[in-house]
């Protein structure tokens, strides 16, 4: 028989059963050499009762399948070298006592010693990244795409009409709204643990509970781009770097706008300032003066705008609405030019966003949510929309009854 030491990970989920007992593989374990595939895995129990199963033979060659030796050093084992790997990932680069508590083993000085002497200084490791990184550099040379920094995204001008429909809403704020792996706690939703739950079907719902904690694992990961390969102290500095570059920007155009202007003195820069102020001010007057023009016949509109006036002269914030006496004015359809996500959007799509006055960046949300829970259910009902969409009942059928004639979802 030939024996062979193999290095494997510990966690009996990631590997089959036992094929002799279907009870879950704990190291050292034993694989036949001549079987397979796929692998036959035995527990040392049923190997040295000698099982035997259709062309597995008790006389066949064999591995054990083990991680309990040293590969890096002495001291630590391939098992270890593997959870100290997957600590630093977890609690990222620096962390040193936090690593050392997920491992449990190893102390802290310790951890920090074996990777910067096996994974950052070593000679071999260095070697090879650096031939990895200069053959990924060598075959995008051609395909390389330089990186520019882009402005901000398009504004409309200060107290226009699109910008007091846009009142309250960032651009490109829907780019950030979404987790990764958005819908993931949707497969617990239905899920309830019982005492009169079968063995298999609780091992099954945990199973179900585990991948959702993998899920939210990577979730979590992704979030800590720089915070994995910088330490606590260093990564707080890169976020107030970051705060501090904003308000040097910031600065820098104001003082490019004193400069376009002719301003060469701090002193010039203040009364430029309060001319500036007063001009909007006056701006601000001549709008509210088109308003006033617009319902000039009516005269409850004509009373509502002086006070609102009056509350602006005396600094108040002005609290009433413009209405006439035939009722509540209908908002004009919402203009599109210029909101993120537009361009995915058919004709009709953004008929219905201009009509209910929705951003199209929350249309596809809605609409992802509702096609999900569609196929899920094999159809949707308008109370079951209400429930995933807290909006407007008004817009929420709107946009249920569109989806439900352009055949993207069925009744339930």
Known sequence: MC????????????????????????EPYIKC????PPPFFLCLQCFTRGFEYKKHQSDHTYEIMTSDFPVLDPSWTAQEEMALLEAVMDCGFGNWQDVANQMCTKTKE????????????????ASTLLNLKQAEEAKTADTAIPFHSTDDPPRPTFDSLLSRDMAGYMPARADFIEEFDNYAEWDLRDIDFVEDDSDILHALKMAVVDIYHSRLK?????KKRFARIVGPVEHDKFIESHALEFELRREIKRLQEYRTAGITNFCSARTYDHLKK????????????????QYIQDSSACQQWLRRQADIDSGLSPSIPMASNSGRRSAP??????????????????????????????YLEYKSALLNECNKQGGLRLAQARALIKIDVNKTRKIYDFLIREGYITKG
């Open 3 to 26: 024996i062979c030491f193999l290095f494997v990970l510990d966690d009996p989920s990631d590997k089959p059963p036992c094929r002799g007992c279907s009870s879950y593989l704990m």
């Open 218 to 222: 990577e979730r979590q990961r992704r």
């Open 333 to 362: 359809p919402l203009n599109l030019t210029g909101l993120p996500g537009t361009e995915k959007l058919n004709e009709k799509e953004k008929e219905l966003c201009q009509m209910v006055r929705l951003v199209p960046g929350a």
């Open 110 to 125: 310790e951890c920090e010693k074996h990777y910067m002497k096996h994974f950052i200084n070593n000679p071999l490791f």
């Open 33 to 36: 050499a001549e079987c397979g």
């Open 278 to 293: 007063t001009r909007e001010e006056e701006r601000l007057k001549r709008t509210m003066l088109s308003e006033v023009l």
